[in-house]
Nanobody
Framework: QLQACGGGLVQAGGSLRLSCAASGGTFSMRAMGWFRQAPGKEREFVAAIWWSAGTTYYADSVKGRFTISRDNAKKTLFLQMNSLKSEDTAVYYC???????????????????WGQGTLVTVSS
């Protein structure tokens, strides 16, 4: 089970930090990621991390502004979002998968486990 939190209302240029805690059962995820879905749009990739190595991947739209990280001991995923823009407004979802292959790390269908989503609203 994945539980995301940390969303809220922030002015453009501000920062937010999202968290996603994994619970229940043995944690053996190969990768975890953040996706977002704006109103009327499809869910899109934001960032992901290969859990064991800590290697990170980002969508071009957030590169240099967002940072994904993890706390292995606490089985928690983070997304530090800086220099937020109005176009970052969306519901943010964390996702995880045990058998992900690297070439699919930015693919929505590749992830089997999803959190409930947390709303981020950036006012201009």
């Amino acid at each position: 089970q994945l539980q995301a939190c940390g969303g809220g209302l922030v002015q453009a240029g501000g920062s937010l930090r999202l968290s996603c805690a994994a619970s229940g059962g043995t944690f053996s995820m190969r990768a975890m990621g953040w996706f977002r879905q704006a109103p009327g749009k499809e869910r899109e990739f934001v960032a992901a991390i290969w859990w064991s190595a800590g290697t990170t991947y980002y969508a071009d739209s957030v590169k240099g502004r967002f940072t994904i990280s993890r706390d292995n001991a606490k089985k928690t995923l983070f997304l530090q979002m800086n220099s937020l823009k109005s176009e970052d407004t969306a519901v943010y979802y964390c996702a995880a998968d045990r058998n992900l292959i690297l070439s699919s790390i930015d693919s929505v269908p590749a992830y089997d486990y999803w959190g409930q989503g947390t709303l981020v609203t950036v006012s201009s």
